[in-house]
């Protein structure tokens, strides 16, 4: 990964002008993840639903790897801890190759509708949290500037940080993805939030988490 600064975000929106950019989409069945190859949950064994998949670009960067995608268990209704970041219920695939063909996944996964995805002007977060510090802005309304649907940044926790660790030992990971329940109706938990990390110190097409905090 480059040297990007952590503190620029992309808020994300649905495409509605074809000048728009497309950075990924929300729903649907993802590109380029045959059914022989669909990420199945580790606890009760089920295909796990189709969340998100992003491409990489000037909004995010993801090092060697093509596109993100992302996945949770929706067949226990939370049973398998699917909020879990290392419990195997949910899954952060991330592509070394390039594949844009349509697979159809497992006919018994939930599929929502796909909404296509662009991003709105960067957004420097650092400097907003300054205006917190030097001009007495209220930090609950600098935080619902950033509760929404997102491209890097700091993580908006709804129950407190739950940032994950590298495994090597060397730190926290970064956030590529905060995803909520607003512009696709995710039905695991209305008004939760899905949080997704990319390891920064690992090039492992394993290295991405994600954890889920439900509405209160």
């Known amino acids: 990964m480059t040297t990007r600064s952590p503190w620029v975000s992309y808020r994300l929106a649905k495409k509605t002008e074809p000048s728009e950019p497309v950075v990924g989409s929300f729903g649907g069945h993802p590109r380029g993840i045959r059914a022989s190859e669909w990420p199945r949950c580790g606890v009760c064994g089920n295909a796990m639903c189709h969340m998100a998949q992003i491409n990489p670009g000037p909004w995010l960067d993801l090092g060697r790897f093509t596109k993100l995608s992302v996945f949770i268990c929706h067949a226990t209704g939370g049973r398998c801890e699917d909020w879990d970041p290392w419990k195997g219920a949910n899954r952060v695939v991330l592509h070394p190759n390039?594949?844009?063909?349509?697979?159809?996944?497992?006919?018994?996964?939930?599929?929502?509708?796909?909404?296509?995805?662009?991003?709105?002007?960067?957004?420097?977060?650092?400097?907003?949290?300054?205006?917190?510090?030097?001009?007495?802005?209220?930090?609950?309304?600098?935080?619902?500037?950033?509760?929404?649907?997102?491209?890097?940044?700091g993580a908006v926790w709804l129950h407190g940080d739950q940032t994950p660790q590298s495994p090597t030992g060397q730190g926290p990971m970064r956030l590529a993805l905060q995803l909520t329940t607003k512009l696709v109706s995710f039905d695991i938990t209305p008004g939760g939030m899905a949080y997704i990390f990319v390891d920064p110190f690992s090039p492992d097409d394993a290295a991405g988490r994600l954890v889920w905090q439900g509405g209160s």
């Open 98 to 153: 390039e594949d844009e063909n349509l697979y159809d996944g497992p006919p018994t996964v939930r599929v929502y509708r796909r909404k296509l995805l662009t991003v709105q002007q960067p957004l420097d977060e650092l400097g907003l949290m300054r205006r917190v510090k030097n001009e007495g802005m209220p930090m609950a309304d600098a935080l619902a500037e950033l509760r929404h649907d997102k491209l890097g940044g």
